[in-house]
Structures are given as structure tokens and as C-alpha cells.
């Protein structure tokens, strides 16, 4: 595999949602104002099915992003909430979902989701086999991001910072109180929509 | 008065200070991490009755944020942590401190505490008074900040993200539940140290 990675829309203030997240309301009460700098790029709109969008450098680096991941591993909470995507997430790579239920695998068009009961460790390995020579992304929610991180298998962190302090909803980190994490500057792209901060994570 | 700032160094994940922050310990334990960035710079050097230190575009954003202040306010908490800094602080200017206890002006080398125990409006408004056409600078702790930014007072803030997760420690934004608040990016510098976002707060 190439890397492990996480690419995720943060608050100034550290949120990734608003209050009140839930299946069916994945980004919280007053949430998609972090996400406001996506929804108009054609390389979002492309695989979600939508005509259209600007180009430039925020489409780049979201395509950047997209392109580079060969399979994604979800926590159970966020699939819960991708659930609501329909016949055919967007994602259109094996996902792997790391869970305490057993499930057979599910097909959804070209999105294949893979139930893994024994771990974050092994969620990453199957990813890893299936991504070939490109990325995995540990898509969210949050909890399955920390305990990469914690874990120290997380290559690199791409935070896009939204302008915009939320007051409250949900952290992507908690402050779990372990030890601290270096990080490198690996690069920074701004526009007026949004701030992409790439890091990748010194171990 | 020019305009009222906030500049101030956050890790990635939020933190100001490590755990057990307190006079004496002002940036907590292991929170030095934070301003790693700064202490090489001459122009931190300088006003603090250093020789030597490196230039470049780190010192260059520390002086301008400097030069352009003619008063600070700080929170009581801030002022006592400030009070080990002995007989000649290193802010050169008017300072004002909320507090809730009337004291008596304090000149120390070229700085003078005056201390407000009316509010922060009433702070800001005096600081203004003695600042001419500089800013104001907000220099903290944490909770004035979120006071002025909370009352709509603040016109500007700087965040100098430090590329490290703390883990624990004292947030600078600790969610208060209160409205969102819209900034508009003003300018994102990054250096390999260090990264500054500047942005407007939306009125």
C-alpha cells in the first residue's frame, strides 16, 4: 500500500460537525457550513453525480486527494452515516468498516463495504491489500481517526480548515490526554474558501 | 484605536498551554512544544533582553504583529502568569488587565499595568484611548479572548498553529455553545515551524 491517510473538513475551533450528529444528519445542526467549500467544485460534484463546478485549487487537491486512495477504512458510526448515500456511495473503492457486529459484505455499485470485527490494525491491513500501490484513507468519523493516530499508523493528516469558529458539536480531537504527537509541515494551500494543512505525522 | 487582535499560538489539536498551566508554569507541562517556533526569532530575542536570533519570514510576522500594537489587555489569569516575567515586561505599552480586584496602577521598565474592573468593554475602550492608531492587542489567557470574540469586540485574529497534537492541555476554543462566528481568511503564511493564519472576524 502507499500511505496511510486522513483527509478531513475542521472548524477553526476544532469541530467536524455541529451538535446533534447523527445518521441522517451527519454534519450536525449548522454543520455544512464547513463544507461549503466543496460542494461547488466539480471534482466533488463528478462522483456524486452532479454536472458542473468550479475547477482551481481547492478542486485540485480535493481530486489530489480522491484520486490517490485505492480503499478507505470507515468507523461503524460514519458508515452508519454514509448509509444514507444510497445504491452508490461515492466512494467506488473497497471500504473497509471497522465494527463490533459481523456482517457479510455488502455491494453497493461500485463501492464494495468489508465488516472487520478484529480491529483497527487489521481493517488497515485488508485496506492496505486492496489498495494495491495507493493510499488508504481513514475517512472518519473522528473516533477511528484518533485511534489511528494514537496508534501511530497514520502516515499523514490533511486538515482543510473551514473559516469559521462552530462554538460546539463534535471535536475531531478529543483531548484524550496521551502522549503528545509530532507532526511535519508537509504543505499549506489557502484560499479564500478554506486553509488545506498537510502534515505528515513524525513517528 | 486601530483595530482590536488576538495573536496567539495553537497546537493542531487546539491547545494553548499543556496540563497544569499556572504562574510560573504559564505554558503548562510539556507545552513549550508550542512556541518552539519563536524562540529563535531575533524579534522575540530582542524585547526580551536577547542577543542574536534568526530573521525571516517567522520574525517578520512576529515584528509586524508587534510594532502595530499600542496597548494590551489581558485576562487576570494572563497577568499573574506575566508577573514572573520581573521589573521589565516585555509588552512596552499600555497594558490593561480585567479583573475583578481594584488595584493600583503598576509602572514596571517601560510598561504600566492599569487595572479595569469594569469590564472588557470598558477595557478595550481605555486601551484604545492609550493605543492612538495602533491595534489593541487581546493577549490573553484563553478565556478574555473568547469574551471579546463572544461580544463581537475582536477585529482580527492570528492563529500561529504549531504543528504538533498536544493531546491535553488548556483549549483556546472550549466550544461555549454560543452562536457560530464567520471569519474571512486575511492572509496564511507557513513556514517548516510554524503556520499563521490571519483572518477577519465577520461582523
Redesign the interface.
Known sequence: MGKATADITMS????IAGPNDRPGNGLGD?GE?LHEWVYGLKSWREPHGLEGGATGEDADILDEAMSAVGAVVLGRWMYECAEGWGDDPPFRVPVFVVTHDARDREDKGETSFTFVTNGIESALDQAGAAAGDKNVSIAGGASIIRQY?SAGLLDEIQ?H?A???????K???E???????????AR?V???AV?H?K?SVVK
Chains 1, 2 share one sequence.
Do not use: M, N
Open positions: 477553526l475551533d476544532g469541530f449548522g457550513v493516530l486538515i480548515v473559516p469559521v469558529l462552530l462554538g460546539q458539536g471535536r475531531l480531537f483531548g484524550t490526554g496521551g502522549d503528545q504527537i509530532k507532526l511535519e509541515t499549506v489557502d484560499s479564500p486553509t494543512l502534515y
